[in-house]
């Protein structure tokens, strides 16, 4: 409310337009603002769900590196200590299951898989989480280049059809040498993806294996002869 005086000296009031008390709709915005906030501490949004391991590239690159990681026990070892030797496959899984181990939390070795041309092989690791397979390979006399491949692309073809895998990573470890060309092999293998799967090779020698020359091949395919006792 407000007054003044008019001419004859008497005092006139006069109503002022809006309310000494503006409500909600009249606060500045800052003040809104404010007031409107809800009551409890202000928390940060949740953070994005993380990955359940490593990357395909780091798992390449951790199996490439395998060979030289093992050399303290299959290379030369402190006195009175033998020597882990790597003859054959399961030898090679052995410590690509030990590797996986350290990087993913659910490694699923040697899981039969559905039945592909009358027969249903093993899957050597399964990581679910992933949806990535793990085949490993050795090479040596008489089972080098042709052999290998063409083992791998059958598996290729096979694990296509399998649901759940999106990767096949192919690891191949040459024992004695007799890998030509890792380089173009792993390139070679590589174009061969079929429909939605993603291939992978890595395809290195694994040193440290001082071996006699190799003979005529046993009756396992995946098995270097060993020496006679």
Not at 17 to 28: A, H, M, T, V
Not at 81 to 89: A, G, I, L, N, Q
Not at 136 to 149: E, Q, T
Not at 173 to 179: E, R, W
Request: hydrophobic share 40%.
């Amino acid at each position: 409310m407000g007054g003044s005086l008019s001419d004859d000296g008497s005092l006139l009031w006069q109503e002022q337009d809006g309310d000494e008390n503006p409500g909600l709709d009249q606060q500045p915005a800052a003040l809104l603002t404010t007031t409107n906030l809800p009551a409890g501490p202000v928390t940060s949004s949740p953070p994005a769900a993380t990955a359940w391991g490593p990357s395909i590239d780091t798992l390449l690159k951790v199996l490439r590196d395998l060979p030289a990681a093992a050399s303290p026990l299959t290379g030369h070892r402190r006195k009175g200590k033998v020597k882990v030797e790597v003859w054959d496959e399961y030898d090679v899984q052995d410590f690509i299951q030990m590797a996986l181990s350290m990087l993913y939390k659910d490694v699923r070795a040697e899981e039969v898989q559905p039945s592909y041309a009358g027969v249903s092989p093993r899957v050597d690791f399964f990581i679910k989480q992933e949806q990535v397979v793990v085949e490993a390979k050795i090479a040596y006399k008489n089972h080098a280049n042709r052999a290998v491949s063409d083992e791998l692309l059958l598996d290729i073809v096979r694990y296509s059809k399998r649901p759940g895998v999106k990767d096949l990573v192919c690891v191949v470890y040459d024992l004695d040498g007799s890998l030509k060309n890792p380089t173009g092999f792993e390139d070679d293998l590589k174009g061969h993806g079929v429909a939605d799967l993603r291939v992978h090779v890595v395809a290195t020698i694994w040193p440290f294996n001082a071996r006699p020359p190799v003979g005529p091949a046993s009756e396992s395919t995946d098995a270097v002869p060993k020496p006679a006792s």
